[in-house]
Each structure stands twice: as C-alpha cells, then as structure tokens.
C-alpha cells in the first residue's frame, strides 16, 4: 500500500506541474502577440489644456498711464472748464497759521475743511511778508517777477507787476470787488482793476458786515483780507491765548460771509478759497522757519471733490486756481498752477518751494 501511494502521488505532481507549465507558456504567447501589435510600444500622452508660453528673461513692464490732457499755463483757457463756477470768493486770515485752526478753534473753518479739499502744509513765499505774500497770492508770481519788495503803503512805488488775477478778471468783464484791513495792500492791483475797492481799518467782523452788504450786488472776483490775527501775533505771540481769541472772531466773521452768500442765493456758484499770507513764530514773521512759511490752504464749491490734497500747494497757485475756474487764460509767465487735483483731475508737474 505504501509502494502504491507514493506512485499516485508523483503522478498528480508530475500532473500539476505539466498544467503550470503549460499555462505559463500560454501567458509568454499572449505577451509577446500584444507587444507585436500596432502602438503598443508607444508611450502614452496625457491630453493637454492650453500650454503656457516659454519663460523668458525679460523684466515685468507695468502699462504706461497717459494721464488726460488739461489746460496749461500757456494756453488760452476755455471760456467754460468749470461751467458750474460762476464766481471766486477768495478770504486771507492773515498770520493764521495751520496748527492754530484747532487750537482756537475755529469751528466754521473746520467744517468748510470736510466739505471742501485743503492743505495744511501750504507754502507761502520768502520774504513771508504781508504785502510780498499777498502779491504772490493774487498775481501768481514769484517777488522776483511781481516786483513788490516792501511790506509798507508806499504809493510812490506804484503797484505789483505783471498781469495778476484782478487784471484778468476786469478785463474778462467780471465784477471786481476787493475789501481790505490794511492800506497797503491797494498796491496789489492798479485801482482802475476793482469796481468796489475798501479799507476797513477795523475788527475781522466788521470787515466781514461790510463783505455782507457787497454781496448781495453780486462779484465775479472778490478778494477779503482779515488783518487782526497778525497785530495780535505781534503784539502777544503767535499761538498766543490772544492770538487765538481773535482767530476764533475771525473765524465767526468767514461764518457771516458764508451766511450773506446763502442768504443772496450765490453760495452754489460761488468757489471759495480760504488761505493766509504767512505765518509766525514768537512775535514775529518773515523768515524762512518753516513756522513762517506754512500756511493752510482751503477751497470748496462746484466740482470740488472732499479730499486732503497730496500735491505741494504753493500761494501762488490760487491765483492760477481762480483763473483757470473762472475760464480766464493764465499768462504763460506764471508761477503758480491751477489745483486741478481738487477736481479730481491730473495734476501739472509741482514742485515747492516755487520761488527761490
């Protein structure tokens, strides 16, 4: 028996092993016939969405912006560029500093200050004197152009040089008004470019009632100088507890101005700027301390947009300013450039300080 089953058992071994061979060979057959077909050597591809573009050396180049054109200084202005502008107020606190705004404070300003555009880094020009300053401000030149180098009523010396602001808008046709706190400051202008011309040797608000009673007569250019800021400062010191006292009644006199344009149905229409001369350190001013020569700078009405300008704002800008609203052509000699980033346009290139 045991013989017998050894033998059956090499039988089924020799059995499984020829079946294992035989499917093995048949596994090589099928290989080998798929290898021989068409392609299937061939590796696949993946299928591929848009390809990017080779990488390159070349540096990031951002879009040039051209920037719309406006009006320059050499130009002829449109008749129009603001339509809406139908007069210029413009109001000089005079020795106001900028840091004195809060300090007095001077509520009125403030306000007009979130509802309009300004600066409080404004520079003004050297000598910073009363009559030079004003001259710049209102011709937009430079004292080297203006000509005015004195800071007292010398009437033998004639009148700032040059075609300023008030030229331009008399001979446009525009009514002329101009109210003043100190005499000398008739040698802005020639008399024969101001309809209504007046010194009030007086308060801030009393100078502020006369503007009141004007009003009403209409203007298209009105210059109003507030002259107490600046005798007290010489008097007490800038930033003075007395100093202040005045610039808060001064402030109360821009409030009744405002009122008497309400009041008379020309505030829409009316572009108001509200600046200074100068402004002061101790008693006294004139130098080129930056406590001198800063200035604040303020303007509301049609088509101002409520912001704090970036761009260097020079004294001799608000004449440009005033021209270019008005539609007035701006002298090609000028100093001063129009603030066209209040109206939310491009800027000319500014630079400060203008006037060496």
């Not at 525009?174 to 308060?203: A, C, H, S």
């Not at 006369?210 to 507030?226: D, K």
């Not at 080129?288 to 409520?306: A, K, S």
Request: a negative charge; charged letters at 15%.
């Amino acid at each position: 028996m045991s013989t017998l089953f050894l033998k059956q058992k090499l039988t089924n071994i020799n059995m499984t092993t020829s079946i294992l061979r035989r499917i093995f060979t048949a596994l090589i057959a099928v290989l080998l016939l798929t290898a021989c077909l068409p392609g299937a050597s061939e590796t696949p591809t993946p299928p591929t969405a848009t390809l990017l573009p080779p990488a390159t050396n070349t540096p990031f180049q951002p879009e040039t912006f051209t920037p719309a054109a406006i009006p320059s200084e050499t130009s002829t202005i449109s008749p129009t560029p603001l339509p809406q502008v139908a007069r210029v107020l413009i109001i000089s606190v005079d020795g106001m500093r900028p840091d004195a705004i809060a300090l007095a404070p001077m509520p009125n300003l403030q306000s007009l200050m979130e509802q309009g555009t300004y600066t409080l880094s404004a520079q003004t020009i050297f000598p910073s004197a009363t009559l030079p300053a004003h001259a710049s401000m209102l011709t937009g030149l430079c004292p080297s152009k203006h000509g005015v180098d004195w800071n007292d009523y010398l009437p033998e010396k004639g009148y700032a040089k040059g075609s300023g602001l008030f030229d331009l808008a008399h001979a446009a046709g525009l009514r002329t008004v101009m109210v003043v706190g100190k005499e000398k400051l008739r040698q802005i202008t020639q008399p024969q470019n101001t309809d209504v011309y007046e010194y009030i040797n007086d308060r801030d608000t009393v100078i502020a009632a006369r503007v009141a009673e004007l009003i009403p007569e209409g203007f298209g250019l009105m210059f109003v100088h507030f002259p107490t800021p600046d005798g007290m400062g010489h008097l007490y010191g800038w930033l003075s507890p007395e100093q202040l006292s005045v610039l808060r009644r001064s402030d109360e006199a821009i409030g009744t101005i405002l009122q008497a344009l309400s009041e008379a149905n020309l505030r829409a229409g009316t572009l108001i700027i509200i600046t200074a001369d100068h402004g002061g350190h101790n008693t006294s001013h004139g130098s080129r301390q930056p406590e001198d020569m800063t200035i604040p700078w303020i303007m509301l009405g049609p088509g101002v947009q409520p912001t704090q300008l970036r761009e260097p704002v020079n004294t001799t800008d608000t004449a440009a300013t005033a021209a270019w609203a008005l539609g007035l052509p701006i002298p090609p000699d000028w100093d001063g450039k129009p603030v066209t980033e209040a109206f939310g346009l491009p800027s000319q290139p500014r630079i400060d300080p203008r006037c060496p």
